[in-house]
Protein backbone atom coordinates (compact mmCIF):
# COMPACT_ATOMS: atom_id res chain seq x y z
CA UNK A 1 0.00 0.00 0.00
CA UNK A 2 1.27 3.60 -0.66
CA UNK A 3 2.51 5.28 2.25
CA UNK A 4 5.58 2.50 3.56
CA UNK A 5 7.83 5.09 2.67
CA UNK A 6 7.19 8.51 2.12
CA UNK A 7 9.33 11.52 1.25
CA UNK A 8 8.26 15.24 1.43
CA UNK A 9 9.86 17.72 -0.29
CA UNK A 10 10.62 20.71 1.97
CA UNK A 11 11.07 23.84 1.59
CA UNK A 12 10.55 26.61 4.65
CA UNK A 13 7.76 28.39 2.95
CA UNK A 14 3.34 27.67 3.48
CA UNK A 15 3.71 24.96 0.66
CA UNK A 16 6.42 23.36 1.72
CA UNK A 17 4.80 23.08 5.24
CA UNK A 18 1.56 21.93 4.29
CA UNK A 19 3.17 19.37 2.68
CA UNK A 20 5.35 17.98 5.89
CA UNK A 21 2.58 18.29 7.79
CA UNK A 22 0.29 15.58 5.90
CA UNK A 23 3.22 13.53 5.23
CA UNK A 24 3.65 12.72 8.90
CA UNK A 25 -0.33 12.72 8.91
CA UNK A 26 0.17 9.46 6.29
CA UNK A 27 3.10 7.70 8.01
CA UNK A 28 1.45 7.88 11.53
CA UNK A 29 -1.29 5.94 9.56
CA UNK A 30 0.27 3.19 7.69
CA UNK A 31 3.63 3.26 10.16
CA UNK A 32 5.68 3.66 7.34
CA UNK A 33 9.02 5.91 6.87
CA UNK A 34 9.07 9.21 6.55
CA UNK A 35 12.07 11.13 4.71
CA UNK A 36 12.16 15.01 4.73
CA UNK A 37 14.40 16.12 1.58
CA UNK A 38 15.67 19.82 0.64
CA UNK A 39 17.00 19.81 -2.82
CA UNK A 40 19.34 22.70 -3.81
CA UNK A 41 21.22 23.74 -7.00
CA UNK A 42 24.97 22.45 -7.70
CA UNK A 43 27.33 25.03 -7.25
CA UNK A 44 25.88 27.30 -4.39
CA UNK A 45 27.89 26.05 -1.08
CA UNK A 46 25.40 29.46 0.61
CA UNK A 47 21.96 27.18 -0.81
CA UNK A 48 23.10 23.91 0.66
CA UNK A 49 23.98 25.20 4.40
CA UNK A 50 20.57 26.97 3.75
CA UNK A 51 19.08 23.26 3.05
CA UNK A 52 20.53 22.23 6.33
CA UNK A 53 18.86 25.03 8.10
CA UNK A 54 15.75 24.27 6.59
CA UNK A 55 15.68 20.73 7.37
CA UNK A 56 16.04 22.04 10.87
CA UNK A 57 12.96 23.99 10.66
CA UNK A 58 11.69 20.68 9.05
CA UNK A 59 12.62 18.86 12.73
CA UNK A 60 11.18 21.28 15.10
CA UNK A 61 7.83 21.25 12.88
CA UNK A 62 7.20 17.90 12.96
CA UNK A 63 8.59 17.36 16.63
CA UNK A 64 7.80 14.00 18.05
CA UNK A 65 7.71 11.97 14.39
CA UNK A 66 10.52 9.69 13.80
CA UNK A 67 12.18 11.01 10.21
CA UNK A 68 15.10 10.94 8.03
CA UNK A 69 16.66 14.09 6.91
CA UNK A 70 18.68 14.46 3.64
CA UNK A 71 19.75 17.24 1.73
CA UNK A 72 20.52 16.51 -2.12
CA UNK A 73 22.30 18.35 -5.31
CA UNK A 74 20.06 18.63 -8.40
CA UNK A 75 19.22 20.98 -11.07
CA UNK A 76 15.54 20.90 -10.44
CA UNK A 77 13.70 20.30 -7.26
CA UNK A 78 11.42 17.61 -9.38
CA UNK A 79 13.85 15.96 -10.66
CA UNK A 80 16.08 15.63 -7.36
CA UNK A 81 12.94 14.54 -5.30
CA UNK A 82 12.42 11.76 -8.25
CA UNK A 83 16.22 10.63 -7.91
CA UNK A 84 16.22 10.24 -4.33
CA UNK A 85 13.04 8.32 -4.06
CA UNK A 86 14.39 5.89 -6.66
CA UNK A 87 17.14 6.06 -4.57
CA UNK A 88 15.72 5.05 -1.07
CA UNK A 89 12.90 2.96 -2.27
CA UNK A 90 10.29 5.65 -1.14
CA UNK A 91 6.93 5.11 -2.78
CA UNK A 92 4.98 8.48 -2.09
CA UNK A 93 6.12 11.69 -3.26
CA UNK A 94 4.50 14.51 -1.20
CA UNK A 95 4.69 18.15 -2.47
CA UNK A 96 2.82 21.24 -1.64
CA UNK A 97 1.32 23.95 -3.68
CA UNK A 98 3.13 26.78 -5.27
CA UNK A 99 3.16 30.40 -3.76
CA UNK A 100 0.31 32.17 -5.14
CA UNK A 101 -2.35 30.20 -5.33
CA UNK A 102 -5.75 29.93 -4.13
CA UNK A 103 -6.40 29.01 -0.45
CA UNK A 104 -7.56 25.62 -0.34
CA UNK A 105 -6.86 24.68 -4.11
CA UNK A 106 -3.75 22.95 -5.55
CA UNK A 107 -1.61 25.63 -7.83
CA UNK A 108 1.04 23.22 -10.23
CA UNK A 109 4.21 24.81 -10.06
CA UNK A 110 7.46 23.83 -11.12
CA UNK A 111 8.54 20.81 -9.35
CA UNK A 112 5.20 19.22 -9.04
CA UNK A 113 4.74 19.87 -12.92
CA UNK A 114 7.84 17.75 -13.50
CA UNK A 115 6.74 15.12 -11.06
CA UNK A 116 3.30 14.53 -12.51
CA UNK A 117 5.26 14.30 -16.22
CA UNK A 118 8.01 11.88 -15.13
CA UNK A 119 7.85 10.56 -11.75
CA UNK A 120 8.11 6.93 -11.89
CA UNK A 121 6.57 7.03 -7.41
CA UNK A 122 2.98 7.75 -6.86
CA UNK A 123 2.50 11.83 -6.08
CA UNK A 124 0.96 13.38 -3.62
CA UNK A 125 -0.26 16.89 -3.74
CA UNK A 126 -1.18 18.99 -1.13
CA UNK A 127 -4.08 22.26 -1.51
CA UNK A 128 -2.80 25.67 0.20
CA UNK A 129 -3.54 25.79 3.47
CA UNK A 130 -5.00 22.29 4.11
CA UNK A 131 -4.79 20.91 7.29
CA UNK A 132 -4.33 17.30 7.73
CA UNK A 133 -7.15 15.20 10.32
CA UNK A 134 -6.50 12.37 12.86
CA UNK A 135 -6.42 10.16 9.65
CA UNK A 136 -8.56 9.38 5.79
CA UNK A 137 -11.83 9.42 6.15
CA UNK A 138 -12.60 8.20 2.55
CA UNK A 139 -10.85 7.41 -0.71
CA UNK A 140 -12.27 8.67 -3.74
CA UNK A 141 -11.09 7.34 -7.54
CA UNK A 142 -11.27 9.41 -10.76
CA UNK A 143 -12.81 6.86 -12.38
CA UNK A 144 -12.65 6.61 -16.27
CA UNK A 145 -13.67 3.24 -18.69
CA UNK A 146 -10.04 2.10 -19.32
CA UNK A 147 -6.87 -0.47 -18.39
CA UNK A 148 -5.26 2.05 -15.77
CA UNK A 149 -8.64 3.20 -13.73
CA UNK A 150 -8.86 -0.53 -13.65
CA UNK A 151 -6.37 -1.27 -12.33
CA UNK A 152 -6.15 1.46 -10.03
CA UNK A 153 -9.93 0.20 -8.92
CA UNK A 154 -8.18 -2.95 -7.46
CA UNK A 155 -5.05 -1.64 -5.78
CA UNK A 156 -7.65 1.38 -3.90
CA UNK A 157 -9.84 -1.41 -2.88
CA UNK A 158 -7.15 -3.14 -1.08
CA UNK A 159 -5.86 0.01 0.36
CA UNK A 160 -8.92 0.99 1.39
CA UNK A 161 -9.78 -2.26 2.83
CA UNK A 162 -6.37 -2.11 4.79
CA UNK A 163 -7.45 1.24 6.00
CA UNK A 164 -11.06 0.58 6.95
CA UNK A 165 -12.64 3.08 5.59
CA UNK A 166 -14.45 4.11 2.40
CA UNK A 167 -13.96 4.11 -1.46
CA UNK A 168 -15.89 6.05 -3.69
CA UNK A 169 -15.64 5.80 -7.15
CA UNK A 170 -16.70 9.08 -8.90
CA UNK A 171 -16.74 9.55 -13.00
CA UNK A 172 -17.54 13.31 -14.55
CA UNK A 173 -20.72 13.55 -16.67
CA UNK A 174 -19.33 16.95 -18.61
CA UNK A 175 -22.71 16.58 -20.58
CA UNK A 176 -20.44 15.23 -23.41
CA UNK A 177 -20.99 11.50 -23.32
CA UNK A 178 -24.27 9.01 -23.44
CA UNK A 179 -24.71 9.36 -19.33
CA UNK A 180 -26.32 5.89 -19.13
CA UNK A 181 -22.83 4.58 -20.51
CA UNK A 182 -21.29 6.12 -18.03
CA UNK A 183 -23.20 4.55 -15.35
CA UNK A 184 -22.79 1.16 -17.06
CA UNK A 185 -19.39 1.67 -16.63
CA UNK A 186 -19.53 3.13 -13.21
CA UNK A 187 -21.54 -0.35 -12.17
CA UNK A 188 -18.46 -2.36 -13.88
CA UNK A 189 -16.08 -0.71 -11.73
CA UNK A 190 -18.23 -1.08 -8.57
CA UNK A 191 -18.65 -4.69 -9.34
CA UNK A 192 -14.46 -5.17 -9.58
CA UNK A 193 -13.59 -3.41 -6.59
CA UNK A 194 -16.18 -6.47 -5.22
CA UNK A 195 -14.78 -9.34 -6.97
CA UNK A 196 -11.00 -7.90 -5.85
CA UNK A 197 -11.81 -7.49 -2.14
CA UNK A 198 -15.30 -7.67 -1.23
CA UNK A 199 -15.64 -3.90 -0.37
CA UNK A 200 -18.88 -2.18 -1.76
CA UNK A 201 -17.45 0.77 -3.19
CA UNK A 202 -19.49 3.93 -3.27
CA UNK A 203 -20.49 5.41 -6.52
CA UNK A 204 -21.44 8.87 -7.88
CA UNK A 205 -21.42 10.68 -11.01
CA UNK A 206 -20.67 13.95 -10.65
CA UNK A 207 -22.62 16.48 -13.25
CA UNK A 208 -21.43 20.03 -14.40
CA UNK A 209 -20.80 22.08 -17.77
CA UNK A 210 -16.84 21.55 -16.67
CA UNK A 211 -14.55 19.81 -14.33
CA UNK A 212 -14.71 22.63 -11.83
CA UNK A 213 -18.33 22.82 -11.22
CA UNK A 214 -18.81 18.59 -11.42
CA UNK A 215 -16.65 18.48 -8.25
CA UNK A 216 -18.32 20.97 -6.69
CA UNK A 217 -21.75 18.81 -7.53
CA UNK A 218 -20.26 15.88 -5.11
CA UNK A 219 -19.43 15.86 -1.21
CA UNK A 220 -16.29 16.03 -0.15
CA UNK A 221 -15.00 14.96 3.59
CA UNK A 222 -12.91 16.52 5.65
CA UNK A 223 -9.95 13.70 5.41
CA UNK A 224 -10.58 12.61 1.96
CA UNK A 225 -8.31 11.72 -0.50
CA UNK A 226 -8.31 12.10 -4.53
CA UNK A 227 -7.17 9.34 -6.57
CA UNK A 228 -6.16 10.15 -10.67
CA UNK A 229 -4.65 7.48 -12.58
CA UNK A 230 -1.49 8.15 -15.03
CA UNK A 231 -2.72 8.59 -18.72
CA UNK A 232 -2.57 5.92 -21.38
CA UNK A 233 -0.16 8.08 -23.06
CA UNK A 234 2.04 7.44 -19.46
CA UNK A 235 5.39 6.20 -20.10
CA UNK A 236 5.28 2.34 -17.98
CA UNK A 237 5.85 2.78 -14.20
CA UNK A 238 5.76 6.62 -14.90
CA UNK A 239 3.46 9.29 -13.97
CA UNK A 240 2.03 11.71 -16.67
CA UNK A 241 -1.62 12.97 -16.26
CA UNK A 242 -4.18 13.27 -19.20
CA UNK A 243 -6.00 17.14 -19.29
CA UNK A 244 -9.30 16.03 -17.63
CA UNK A 245 -7.24 14.90 -14.81
CA UNK A 246 -5.13 17.47 -14.60
CA UNK A 247 -8.19 19.79 -14.56
CA UNK A 248 -9.79 17.57 -12.01
CA UNK A 249 -6.42 18.04 -9.78
CA UNK A 250 -6.61 21.51 -10.18
CA UNK A 251 -10.02 22.05 -8.86
CA UNK A 252 -10.15 19.50 -6.24
CA UNK A 253 -10.36 20.94 -2.81
CA UNK A 254 -8.48 18.08 -1.01
CA UNK A 255 -4.91 16.26 -1.39
CA UNK A 256 -4.27 13.94 -4.69
CA UNK A 257 -2.65 11.31 -5.40
CA UNK A 258 -1.63 10.21 -9.14
CA UNK A 259 -0.71 6.50 -9.78
CA UNK A 260 2.05 5.94 -11.88
CA UNK A 261 1.17 3.57 -14.85
CA UNK A 262 1.32 -0.03 -13.88
CA UNK A 263 1.74 1.05 -10.17
CA UNK A 264 1.54 -1.99 -8.00
Not at 195 to 215: F, K, M, Q
Request: charged residues 20%.
Amino acid sequence: MIGEHVIVGYTNDPGGRDALALAGAITRVTGGELTVATIYPPGSPGLAVEAQANLAHAAEELGPIPAGYLTYESRGTGRGLSVLASRIRADLIVVGSADGGQHGRITIGATSNHLLHLSSEAVMLVPARYVPVDGPERLTLAYVHRPQCDEAVERMAQAALRLGIPLRLITLDLRTEDPGKLRDDLALAVRLAWETTGIEAESEVAEGHDVTAALADVEWLPGELLICAASEDAQPHRVFLGELAMKALRASPCPVIVLPRGFA
